[in-house]
């Protein structure tokens, strides 16, 4: 898993899963709190299940100050190639 | 850390090293003598405002500390609510409160923390007087005030010193919730303070950041929403350096205490109690599956007629009969009991306490909803579960906008006044509740309902009741298990798993309970596919034990056929 889209399309299975959400509201656009109704304790489960996926911890400062899915994909991209 | 607990009513006005580090507050730690000089000047600028009733509400434990120090000091009464939502401050404008602290995003309160104006020398607190009060959803739906005296926390404090004082020796104390309930403003913020204990101001949002948070001695005031999420990559070492972990807001899971148990060596101490008693009992839990609470020094248990009534020596106006427990307990005879839940409607959603009662009535209150049934969903992470009656505005607005758009304006209403992790995440429009024939909702049709399989049946959107029948909305989830080879690139529904689906929802909805003898009439005409919306019709004749079924969408029929169960006629 290298680039943005292939990131995408793992936190699309995450959320499906987790979230049963619809996959095509998720969109790099759709906003976690807003449009997707995330709330604290999601923030927690997405970040156990990011390390599960990439093995390397997200920085939960990241996750904080992130918006959107476009933010999430961002966070991972630069965790990976940190 | 002096040897001797400091009454918090002398706090700021005892002997005690100024430079001692009290709080470790955005990045860097700030000492007794910061934190009374601060507080100093808040003293003076709140006794300058004419206002008696104050509500606080903070982020962070250490400016919080120090503007509920002030407001003591300054003679004035401090309400903590449970939450800053627009709601909630509206409730406590009502009740006189004035606000203060983060209450506007938009408008970030400036705590001063540099402040140093120390013209005013503060005199002992009067532990008559002192007291706070603290904002909480109650039983009736109507949030209550809990009223506690600084000297009732004391006491507590001090038993908690007694038992655990030694292990927690200088330890830095960590959390992940808030102080803005009792167990967290115990123990994060007044037992440390009072006891000699550097806190955290921050409250971390995972096991990761807390640990890396100090390279000092510390303990974790943790819940079981932290605990119950740990796994094999968390990071353990750090875990088992901790003096202890604590837990409260809920039972802990029998698994996930010995998870942590096994992985750290150190067994989780849960507190039990309420925002109205404070802690109660305490256990540790080892191997067997039920570890009995062992009550704190200073309680004891009756039982009457209405159930268990606590006597406790925190609590000063409990009467004669005590304080009425809300909980089902089985004591034993060694004293210690089991809980075996609770007898009213309160629920806590991953911790959050929430009264289904006042949820279902600020469903009613929105302009859209007739009728409202509310439960709570256990599963990895608990949800809570909404069947709703739409009103004629309802139904016109769900008519114009979808369902997803209405749902999202119900939950714009009442995030007024819940916190948004009890916000209800599963939906069911109906035009009737459905009771039983002793006028009790069936809870046990709307739990299948609301929470169905999602890799073997589809979701339910809402059901109506036809003559002899039901009509469910149901929507096709793309991750059903039979997808994937049915058929690799052009997914289709098997002819199989529709009929399988008609049943299991007669089942649900009717008393079937002969045999499955044979099938009549089946028709498939249209094929299914993953998120189609469609209308599955039931209907079943009791005299001729038929089960008859239709999958359509819009006028136009997917499907169809005819089950007969009993004896071949």
């Known amino acids: 898993m290298k680039t943005r889209e292939e990131i995408l399309k793992a936190i699309k299975e995450i959320m499906v899963e987790m979230f049963e959400m619809d996959e095509q509201a998720i969109t790099l656009e759709a906003r976690l709190y807003e449009d997707l109704d995330f709330d604290s304790i999601d923030a927690v489960d997405m970040i156990v299940r990011l390390k599960e996926l990439t093995g390397k911890a997200v920085k939960p400062e990241d996750f904080k100050t992130a918006r959107s899915i476009g933010d999430v994909v961002e966070a991972v991209y630069k965790m990976l190639n940190d | ?569």
């Open chain 2, 1 to 569: 850390m002096s040897d001797e607990l400091i009454p918090l009513l002398h706090h700021l006005t005892e002997l005690r090293p100024a430079n001692s580090s009290i709080a470790y507050h955005a990045g860097r730690y700030y000492d007794a003598g910061q934190f009374s000089a601060v507080v100093k000047s808040w003293v003076t600028k709140l006794q300058a405002q004419p206002f008696q009733r104050y509500a606080l509400y903070a982020e962070d434990t250490y400016p919080f500390a120090v503007m509920l120090f002030a407001l003591f000091h300054a003679g004035k009464e401090v309400w903590i609510p449970g939450n800053n939502c627009p709601g909630t401050a509206q409730q406590l404008q009502q009740q006189d409160c004035q606000l203060l602290g983060d209450w506007d995003k938009a408008r970030p309160f400036d705590y001063g923390l540099d402040m140093a104006e120390s013209s005013t020398d503060l005199s002992p607190l009067n532990p008559a007087e002192t007291r706070l009060v603290i904002f909480t959803s109650g039983s009736t739906g109507q949030p209550k005030p809990i009223e506690k005296r600084l000297s009732q926390l004391q006491i507590e404090i001090a038993t908690l010193e007694k038992l655990w004082g030694k292990r927690l020796a200088g330890a830095e104390a960590l959390a992940t919730v808030s102080h803005q309930h009792l167990y967290g403003l115990l123990f994060r913020l007044l037992w440390p303070l009072s006891a000699g204990r550097c806190f955290h101001s921050e409250i971390y949002l995972n096991p990761e950041m807390l640990v890396n948070s100090t390279q000092n001695a510390a303990y974790w005031v943790a819940s079981p929403a932290h605990l119950k999420r740990l796994d094999q990559d968390s990071p353990w070492e750090r875990i088992s350096n901790l003096n202890a972990i604590f837990s409260s807001g809920g039972p802990l899971q029998h698994n996930a205490a010995q998870q942590v148990l096994a992985c750290s060596g150190q067994p989780v101490i849960e507190i039990y109690g309420s925002s109205e008693t404070g802690g109660i009992a305490w256990r540790q839990q080892g191997d067997e599956p039920v570890t009995p609470w062992a009550l704190f020094e200073g309680m004891t248990l009756t039982r009457t007629d209405d159930g268990w009534h606590l006597h406790s020596s925190y609590l000063t106006k409990s009467g004669s009969d005590g304080f009425q427990l809300a909980d089902q307990i089985s004591l034993q005879e060694d004293g210690r009991f089991l809980l075996q839940g609770r007898l009213d409607r309160i629920v806590k959603i991953e911790e959050k306490r929430l009264s289904l009662t006042e949820l279902e009535q600020r469903l009613m209150d929105t302009p859209w909803i007739a009728d409202a049934f509310t439960v709570m969903i256990e599963k990895s992470r608990d949800v809570v579960g909404a069947v709703v009656v739409l009103n004629q505005d309802g139904l016109q607005l769900l008519e114009a906008k979808g369902r997803n758009q209405l749902i999202k304006q119900i939950r714009t209403a009442l995030s007024q006044w819940f916190d948004a992790v009890v916000l209800p995440r599963k939906w069911l429009f109906t035009d009737r509740i459905p009771m039983t024939t002793q006028g009790k909702v069936e809870k046990h049709l709307l739990m299948q309902l609301l929470n169905t399989d999602s890799r073997k049946l589809p979701q339910v959107h809402g059901f109506e009741s036809t003559p002899g029948g039901v009509e469910l909305d149901i929507k096709v989830s793309a991750e059903l298990v039979y997808f994937p080879d049915h058929f690799a690139g052009f997914p289709i529904l098997p002819g199989v798993v529709q009929i399988a689906w008609a049943e299991h929802f007669g089942k649900l909805f009717f008393a079937i309970s002969e045999p499955f003898s044979q099938m009549e009439t089946i028709k498939f005409v249209k094929i299914i596919q993953p998120r189609d919306e469609l209308k599955l019709t039931i209907k079943w004749n009791a005299n001729t034990c038929q089960l008859s079924f239709n999958f359509s969408s819009e006028q136009r029929v997917h499907s169809s056929g005819r089950m007969v169960y009993g004896e071949p006629r």
